[in-house]
């Protein structure tokens, strides 16, 4: 079995945080997919889930990490993200902290 390691320095204080994060994350994200919920998010119920401003989510529509969906009506235009889209998102993140 081959075997890399890479050893980071890092405060106690941030790791600390970050491993809250990403359980809190993995919790809410089970929750989620526990319950019969809609299949789209609101950017407000995204940015909920990923624990980011309204300025991270739009950072992460701009890069091409997630793909909104606009939905028109004859009185407003409302912004969707399939759930599965911050599915593996979020996966995919903790995957790259991961290794």
Not at 69 to 87: A, E, G, I, Q
């Amino acid at each position: 079995m081959d075997t890399n390691i890479a050893v980071i320095t890092v405060p106690l204080d941030e790791w600390t945080e970050l491993k809250s994060q990403i359980k809190s994350i993995a919790k809410g994200l089970l929750e989620i997919k526990g319950k019969e919920k809609s299949e789209f998010l609101t950017p407000k119920e995204v940015c909920e889930l990923l624990k980011c401003s309204r300025n991270t989510f739009q950072t992460y529509i701009d890069k091409g990490f997630l793909e909104p969906m606009r939905m028109n009506t004859k009185k407003y235009s409302k912004v969707l993200v399939k759930r599965s889209d911050v599915d593996y998102f979020l996966q995919s993140r903790l995957e790259s902290i991961s290794n």
